[in-house]
């Protein structure tokens, strides 16, 4: 049974990385907290959603369009709205993203409704066992795998190529950047458009495995943040260090203290580990 | 200057009679509204002292709000001890939990100050979900006041009130005082008003637990006039959120600027909420949007500098934008 | 009377040296240079005394009386007050507000009230020459203002002893010039002075002593005759540079 | 610039088009006289609103029924019956400021209640405060009746009894199962559901092997799914919320857990659930205090078969329970206006403490503190629809589940 546990919360961590791994990237650059960073997950779900329920549309298949349409829609919010405020203090980009969370969750509520959605696929509740004692959901694991595959592909970008360089470079020093040649404002969006982008693949996901409504996204906000707190900022394996750190945890410690204490055990961590280690398990001392 | 000054206090005086005498030719209602304004008022000056005046960003405020409510919830509902014991208790409950959490919490800076009294808020209201005194999740009564309906709506009006009135009046003073100084300094550069000889810690410290007091007593007030707590919207991060846009929205890091803020988004809410029984929120949301990418720097500034119009508009964005 | 004195003091960041060892010592009314190329560990020092950090080894006093491991505002309400290297104004307060908050917090602000250290900060803008800029925004000032502003913050704290750290550092010949008297007249109000500089000009102009770094380790220490024929320290720091900056 | 420009002139059309709006929506505000005011509070937006849905559409189609019929008579006049909603963005504090709203503002007669008891408990207060009888059909926590508050009725049954027809269901089959799981969602109506069932179960001889909280709105319930199967249960009994059903079904599949019988307070009965689950929807039990096949002779529609049909051409889904529950609150207070003679409040209160009225959500009686009384039923889902198999059932129930990879 213990090891069941360990692999749920394995399992539960991947999904809670994905989830984080573009607000952690949106912060990490431009230190923008994204507060509407679940709505844009929200928006990936529905647009899975609608494409299954209309078009019938495998989620797999329909997982790159909501990257590409949630990463448009990124870019844009980015260009047309943040980047007219983004010299300002950094409380005034959190309300402002506060106000496009309000206006994304009830713009949705509104065309929308409020009712529970879900995607119904075949294999949604497929799984495989290995031995008696463990059961393994399969779109977990392809959740899981597809973590990585970001990460990596995140990783790339950012190390590898000519657009990573600028994208460093904005975030070490924007004036100095912009008198080497780089574009700031587009790199400042397209940064945004890969960390929406990735929370539409996560949104993606989550309509597989969870049923959806336009209210879902406050608290993938508050999970990510922890995610993003516990694995810190600044590396590609941060996000996959904390959500593995806050999958594990919550699942031992729902299961010795009971589902309720799960929220008391995941914040409790999170402030701790912010007075011990700042800048996260992985970050240095100080 | 002196006739300046004159000008402002007659000024000052002459709303405030408005206000104080305002529920006498009031519907219910209306005093019900004007108690919740001057609740946000409260919370949101209170705010101001360790965001705006201070720079620590607190995004878990509400903490002290639901700490204020629940003291009084147990105390006059368990120990069967009157509201004005409780509504102290629920003040100095709050601002003594603000200096046990503040003195490691805040040694962190900016984003991380702001998560981590974000995690203490949630962590307080799972606590709270988990306890046996609060009753859980379940929720718990207090006892109702026993007075006539009039009676009800003025007692709630004029505790409000008069806490909104204290809180802007210590406030006044701790800005005048040296003690107001050192948090702004703090604010500025808080290695630098180290070196001038500032104990930090202590400042920030004084400034988390005032803050914690004020919304504590607004949450006593508020669990007497509700008469039942629930946890999760006595904890709610949308009332933190709320005042900081209120603060923001008014200006922040100013005397005023959070009232001015609190009065307006109540206002401004309550009046879409009447026309759109859903769309409200979605207006709201465009509310938030175009002020701040207009007025960054909240009404006040834009009453203090009597600019108003595109042109100011436009400036502030040349000012912020990329 | 020494008013300063430093016994093996040493630094270490994550076991990289950045002071090693050091001893030195201030007498009261000195004005001691602190020289040495860029990464030679004189802020590091600086910081040290000022209980920025707490040194790895060795001790610091002041007046007899140790203070490493205190914090800065306890050390800065002892009568040591420091200037940044960068400056640090409160952006967002006038000058006048400025130099109060160090009237108020220094050395006897307890005893002052928000009133009478406002009053104090108007003399000390006077003396360093800011008076006509008193009601500015601490963001508004040029360069030379801004180091005087971040000098009279320090002054106005009513110290013993004040840490100068490169307060020369971008002004011109002129205003070198200015600052250097202004360096003089601190010496005779009575205060021992640590002045960290690049600029030869002024630590010839002003220091009794001159105590040179280098690696982390303490080269030279004497006249500033003495100190500036210094084979050592010529090859080490001054070099080809001296000679130009001097002939 | 240009776009800045282009930005400002869309703002100022917008700002122009919401001005037009608010000017227009003074014009339609225009009262007639003979109109008995019901004022409702209740969730449009937030975490409550889809619940809160239901209940708005069946008070809507009550009240439209009552006065397509000749409205509401008291003494020799007739009234017509209007809504007045407001939204209380399913936050306690803005609801229970709207009943003072609805009150002092626009002058309600009577109150109807939120949704979800959390809610129902502060705005119960306000009604009291002012002693505006309120009937509600969204809160059945005893917590809402245990203060002796003369002025809230709630037609939802008392929590505790929920499973009541479910266990003596398990007694009926053959071999009758022995342990049960009880799982309940921290919320003050679950935590009730819970309560009573474990008391009763153990009353009955059941082994409660597993009585365990999850946090409410729960997503993961891989932990409790785990030690379900390792304790191996034979029932399930969920107390929660529909996300929290479907989330627990999925999950269950995932993660293989097959329990004997797995039953839900809410969910099965919705629509929004079998749409959800499609297959894995299947044998799933639920209970409710009312079900699509029940049988009653109605007040407002002429049988509960016909208020199902009427509402399924009207709202396009199946009622579920919320529904009918909602259709029986603005019954009740036409049948006690109408007895009371009176709009005065205190006599309308009389006669709705003292109301026996058959709908089609069944006999509405209410106890001393204002519940009604009465017990639920258990449904099973059989071919995607959902049946009362229990008691008197429409179709028999299916016993043990097929486990999730027997079946097709």
Known sequence: ?286 | MEKKKLQYALIGGFILLIVVLFPLVSNNFIIRFGTDILMFAIMASAWNIIGGYTGYASFGNVVFFGIGGYITAILMEKAGMHFAVAYLAAGFGAALFAVLIGLPVLRLHGHYFAIATLGVAEAMKALVQNLEITEGNSGIYLPMLDLSIKGQYYFFFYMMLGTLILTLLLTYLVLNAKLGYSLIAIREDEDAANSVGINTTLSKTIAFALSGFFTGLAGSIYAYQQAFLKPGPAFSVQTTVKMIVMAVFGGMGKLFGPLIGAFSIEIISETLSNYFLVAHTLFFGTVVILAIVFTPKGLIDMITQRKFGISYFLENIREHRI | MVILEGKNVTKRFAGLLAVSDIDFYLQDGEILGLIGPNGAGKTTLVNVIAGVYRPSEGEVFFKGKQISGKKPYQIGRMGISRTFQVVKPFPGMTVKENAAVGAMYGAGGKNKSAKEAIQRAEEILEFVGLADKMNKGADQLSVASRKRLEMAKALAMNPKLVLFDEVMAGLNFGEIDQAVELIKKIRESGMSILIIEHVMRAIKNVCDRVFVLHHGEKIADGTVEDVLNDETVIKAYLGRRYKELTH | MIIMKRLLKNFFYGFLTIGLVLSFGHFAQAASKSVIKLGCAISFTGGESRTGKLYRDSYDMAVEQINKNGGVKVGNQTYQLKIVYYDDESDPTKSSKFVEKLIAEDKVNFLLGPYSSGITIPDSLVAQRYKVPMIEGGGASGKIFSRGNKYIFGTLPPAGQYFKSTLEMLKTFNPVPKTIAILYSDDKFDISVAEGTEKLAKEMGFDVALYEKYAERATDFSSILTKIKALNTDVVLVAGHTEESLNFTQQAKELNVNPKLISMTVGPSEADFRKSLGKDAEYIFGVASWSTQMNFKGYLFKDTQEFVKEFKAKYNYDPDYHNASGIADVAVFKDAIERAGSLNKEKVRAAIASTKLDTIYGTVEFSENGQIKGTSVALQILGGEIYQVYPNGAKKPVYPFPSWKTRK
């Open chain 1, 1 to 286: 049974m213990l090891l069941q546990i360990l692999v749920n919360g394995i399992l539960m961590g991947g999904l809670y990385a994905l989830m984080a791994i573009g607000m952690s990237l949106i912060w990490g650059v431009m230190n923008i907290i994204n507060i509407a960073h679940g709505s844009f997950i929200m928006l990936g779900a529905f647009t899975t959603y609608w494409l299954f329920a209309i078009l019938g549309m495998d989620p797999f298949v329909s997982l790159a369009f909501s990257i590409a349409l949630l990463f448009a829609l990124g870019y844009g919010v980015q260009r047309y709205l943040i980047n007219y405020v983004i010299r300002a203090s950094a409380f005034i980009t959190l309300i402002l993203a506060f106000g496009i969370e309000i206006f994304i969750n009830n713009a949705a509520l509104v065309s929308w409704t409020a009712d529970i959605r879900k995607v119904q696929v075949a294999y949604g509740a497929a799984n495989f066992s290995l031995g008696n004692y463990v059961t393994i959901p399969t779109i977990r694991v392809v959740a899981f795998l597809l973590v990585i595959v970001i990460s990596i592909a995140f990783f790339y970008i950012l190390n590898r190529t000519n657009l990573g360089r600028s994208i460093r470079a904005t975030s070490q020093d924007l004036d100095a950047a912009r008198l080497v040649g780089v574009d700031v404002a587009k790199t400042y969006a397209i940064t945004f458009g890969l960390g929406v982008g990735a929370a539409g693949a996560a949104g993606t996901l989550w309509s597989i495995l969870f049923p959806i409504s336009p209210i879902m996204g406050g608290e993938l906000t508050l999970k990510s943040f922890v995610v993003v707190i516990i694995g810190g900022l600044g590396s590609m394996l941060g996000p996959i260090i904390g959500g593995l750190a806050l999958g594990i945890t919550e699942a031992f410690g729902t299961n010795w203290f009971g589902s309720t204490y799960g929220n008391l055990i995941s914040f409790t961590i999170l402030v701790l580990v912010l007075i011990i280690r700042p800048k996260g398990i992985l970050g240095g001392a100080d």
